[in-house]
Structure formats: structure tokens, C-alpha cells
């Protein structure tokens, strides 16, 4: 492989180690705003990482090659490996007492926006360790977001952003200029964010509260400040407040931004919006009405907890309000069903995704017909355009790619020695970048604390690949790759 290629990569994998160690700073600010010793950890790390990073530019700096697949599939995977060791740095270091594993799965949980977490008495830790948990998750969030919109559909892996920039529902291209475009992105994803935090602290929550539960739930990451999670503010309207933001943030955000800032309300036409919806209702209403009813829980309240939590999981962020395997024996099937699906491409959230359904469910119906009429030619279609055959072959290689490592990972957690519910949902939770599993050890209300360092290396692994689209992480096993 091209030495300048390497050069390249390792220069902007530098330059993003140099944001990230200026981000440390801002919790470094709030430690020593609340008198936490943590204060120097963050300061100290900030300056460890900043020096090797930027020794790392100067000494990779120069003319960079033409942008190419290749680079692009090694840059996204060495982008997301030097996030996950920097963000573990300061967690390592700090007075938690963590492995490196331990340190490395938390800061993979955050980056990836998975919201899994080995750390137990978050009610009573430094503000410090809280707020860089909460920026790793939306700045994670940024990350991942970009990576749909920008990089994915030109890698023709895990994107459909080309269908909605460059198809006739919203016109050729929604702006000009792709740095236009990225402006518009980050205003939008601030603007959120805002929003988010005012409506959290009107409605009761801490100032600091707010501000860190709004940065996870803008990333569908699921960190939250406190061991109950939201079970903690036992308020309904900011359940509801959370679910509307959960939800809105699993949508396209190049929908998004054209809707805002062009007004072009025929975006929302999207099929992939109204699938994802509309398993959202399915299931929020299904679980709401089975616990009512199997429960006796009032159908309000039964109603907004069940809302809330299948979109968080649906959303892939991982906030709970109470323990929903509690409920019974279906909501436990919807639950662990609900991980796989993922809300849409171009999103923060993670899963399979809805387009992919979309798509799939096109092809067998073009396939049933087929059967009818076999010399007739039926195209597979999402909305106005045709699906052509590399995207469809996409789809099955990402299906088919995805169940085998959750059944390869599945085996391995169970070798470990976990009983199957915790070994299954482990695997998948991290894959789809959800959160919490079902069992009593990972489940809603319980954590991956009590996990050794060789099954959290395991379910690292597996974070990275779901966040990553899978075959992106998977193509650099192929021997071709690194020929010249």
C-alpha cells in the first residue's frame, strides 16, 4: 500500500487527536469549578495526548493524496481506534480504579453512542468523569453523523445519503457546495442540542443535568448522570421531552437540514421515516397496552414508559425509566426484537436500520413476482428510485454479514460462560449500539460491571463493527486490500 496513503491517514488521525485533547479541558473546568482532584487527570492528559498528536502532524504533514476508497475505509478505522484509545486515557487514569479494557469499553460506549457502561455510583462521581462521558457521546454523535452523510455512500457501504441528496424528492442536491452543506449540519446539530437542554431544564432537571443528558440524548448514546437513569426524575413530561428528542435524532439529518433550512416539508416523504415511525407506534403501543392490561398499570402512564422506552431502544440510545422486563414475557421478546431494528441512515442512531428494511422487503416482493411471471422484469424500488444491483447485493452481504458476528459473538460470550439471554443480548446490544441487554445482569437496570476484560474487549469489538456498518471494518481482513 501507498506510503503517502499511510502518511495521510495518520496526519488527520493526528490532527482529530489534537481536537480531542482541547476538549479535555472542559471537564478539566468543571472538576476544578466543583473541587475535584480529577481536575489534574483530565489536564495531564490533555497535555500527553497534545503532545504526541501534534508531534504525529508535524511529522506526517504534507501534500495529501487524491481521496480514494481505500483511504477512506483505512481513515474511518483508524479515526474511530485513535478516538476510542484517546477518550479511554483520561477514564484509565482517573481515581475509578479501572482496567485499560474496562477504560477502552467505556470510551468505545461513548464514541460510538452505545451507552453501555462498566461504571456503577455515577450519582456520586466527579462532574468531571460525567460531562466527558457526555461530550465523548456528542461529539461521537457528530462523528457518526458526518460518517452517514459524507463518507459511507461514496465507500457504497451502509448510506443511503445519496438517495435524498441527489434524488428527485428533494431536488439534484439540497446545497451547492459540500461545506455549505457541513455548516448546515452543525447548526442544526447544535441547534438541537440547545433546544434540548432548555426544554430538560425547564422541566426540572439540574442545569448540569441537562446539559450532559441532552448531549447523550442528541447522540442516541444512552449516558446519563445517574445509576436509575431516568427513573431518577420520576417526571413523566420529561419522558416525554426525551422521547420526542430521541426520536427526532434518529432521523436523516440531511432531511433534517433541508426541511430547516429550505422549508421543503416533501423530504419527509422518505419511506424510511415512515417505516421507522411506524415500528416506533407498533411496539410503544403493543408493550403500553400488554403492560396495562397484564399489569393493571394505568394506560397513561403505561403509555409513556412504554413510548420512552422502545424509543430509546428503537432510537438505540438506552435511557430507561424502569426495568421493562418486569412487564412480562412479551415485552422481553419485543424488547430484545426492538435491538436489532436501529432507527435511519444519516442519524446518530445505530441497528440495522429502516432503509435496509425498506429495500429488503422490495427485493422479496420483486422476488415473489418473479416466481408468478418469470420473464417479467420488476425493479426494486425505494421511494422514486430504482435501487440498483450493487446496493441490493449491499444489503444482503450487511444482513448476512451482521447475523453471523452476532452469532459467532453470541457462542463466544456463552464459552465464556454466560447463560443464553445475557450472551445474545450482550452481543446485539453492542452491535446495534443500543445500550442495555435483557437478563438481570445487563439489563435496564444493571450494567457490564461484573464483565471480565477478555468478554468487554469482545463487546468492544463488536461496537465498533455496528457503528462502523460492519463491512467497513470487515474489508480490511480481505488480503487485497493491502496490495498495491
Same mark, same amino acid.
Request: net charge neutral.
Given at each position: 500500500?501507498? +506510503? ?5 491517514? %495518520?496526519?488527520?488521525? +493526528? ?10 479541558? #472542559? ?70 480504579? *479501572? ?75 439540497? @446545497? ?56 431518577? @426524575?420520576?417526571? *413523566? ?35 424510511? #421515516? *415512515? %417505516? ?84 429488503? @422487503? ?23 428510485? #430504482? %435501487? ?15 447475523? @453471523? ?17 445475557? +450472551? ?34 469482545? *463487546? ?25
Amino acid at each position: 500500500m501507498n +506510503a503517502t496513503l499511510f502518511r495521510s491517514v %495518520v496526519y488527520i488521525a +493526528a490532527l482529530c487527536g489534537l481536537y480531542l485533547s482541547t476538549a479535555m479541558l #472542559i471537564p478539566a473546568m468543571v472538576d476544578l469549578y466543583y473541587g475535584s482532584d480529577d481536575w489534574s487527570v483530565f489536564t495531564v492528559s490533555a497535555a500527553l495526548v497534545g503532545g504526541l498528536s501534534l508531534t504525529a502532524a508535524m511529522a506526517t504533514r504534507g501534500p495529501p493524496p487524491a481521496f480514494t476508497k481505500r483511504m477512506g475505509f483505512l481513515l474511518v478505522n483508524v479515526l474511530w481506534a485513535v478516538f476510542s484509545v484517546v477518550g479511554a486515557i483520561p477514564l484509565y487514569f482517573s481515581n475509578l480504579d *479501572l482496567t485499560f479494557a474496562q477504560a477502552l469499553f467505556e470510551s468505545i460506549s461513548g464514541i460510538t453512542t452505545t451507552g453501555s457502561t462498566v461504571i456503577a455510583g455515577l450519582d456520586t462521581m466527579s462532574r468531571g468523569i460525567l460531562m466527558w462521558r457526555g461530550l465523548l457521546a456528542w461529539l461521537g454523535g457528530i462523528g457518526i453523523v458526518a460518517l452517514g452523510l459524507f463518507v459511507l455512500p461514496f465507500l457504497r457501504v451502509g448510506g443511503v445519503s445519496f438517495f435524498k441528496m441527489e434524488s428527485s424528492d428533494i431536488g439534484d442536491k439540497p @446545497f451547492a457546495r459540500i461545506a455549505t452543506f457541513t455548516r448546515a449540519f452543525m447548526a442544526v446539530y447544535v441547534a438541537i442540542t440547545f433546544a434540548c437542554i432548555v426544554a430538560y431544564d425547564v422541566a426540572g432537571m439540574s442545569h448540569f443535568d441537562a446539559i450532559v443528558h441532552a448531549f447523550s440524548t442528541v447522540a442516541t448514546a444512552g449516558f446519563g448522570n445517574h445509576d436509575n437513569s431516568f427513573a431518577y @426524575f420520576d417526571s *413523566l413530561t420529561i419522558l416525554w421531552i426525551s422521547t420526542f428528542f430521541m426520536t427526532l435524532c434518529s432521523l436523516p439529518f440531511s432531511i433534517l437540514i433541508v426541511l430547516v433550512v429550505k422549508g421543503r416539508l416533501d423530504a419527509l416523504r422518505d419511506p424510511q #421515516i *415512515l %417505516v421507522f415511525l411506524g415500528y416506533i407506534v407498533a411496539f410503544a403501543l403493543a408493550a403500553g397496552l400488554y403492560n396495562h392490561l397484564r399489569n393493571g398499570i394505568a394506560l397513561p402512564v403505561a403509555l409513556t414508559h412504554s413510548f420512552f422506552n422502545f424509543s430509546s431502544i428503537l432510537s438505540t440510545t438506552g435511557f430507561a425509566s424502569e426495568d421493562y422486563t418486569l412487564w412480562g414475557p412479551f415485552a422481553v421478546a419485543a424488547a430484545f426484537f426492538a435491538t436489532f431494528m436501529g432507527g435511519c441512515s444519516g442519524s446518530t442512531a445505530g441497528g440495522i436500520k429502516a432503509y435496509r428494511f425498506v429495500i429488503l @422487503f422490495n427485493i422479496i416482493v420483486s422476488g415473489l413476482k418473479r416466481l408468478i411471471y418469470p420473464n417479467a422484469v420488476y425493479s426494486v424500488r425505494y421511494g422514486n428510485q #430504482i %435501487v440498483d444491483a450493487d446496493t441490493q447485493r449491499g444489503v444482503f452481504l450487511f444482513f448476512s454479514a451482521y447475523i @453471523f458476528i452476532w452469532a459467532i459473538g453470541s457462542m463466544a460470550m456463552a464459552l465464556a460462560g454466560y447463560e443464553f439471554a445475557t +450472551a445474545t443480548s450482550s452481543v446485539i446490544t453492542a452491535l446495534s449500539n443500543v445500550g442495555p441487554g435483557i437478563g438481570p445482569l445487563i439489563g435496564p437496570v444493571g450494567n457490564f460491571a461484573m464483565m471480565h476484560d477478555p468478554e468487554l474487549l469482545i *463487546l468492544s469489538l463488536a461496537m465498533l463493527l455496528g457503528r462502523l456498518e460492519v463491512l467497513t471494518m470487515l474489508v480490511l481482513l480481505v488480503p487485497i486490500f493491502w496490495k498495491s
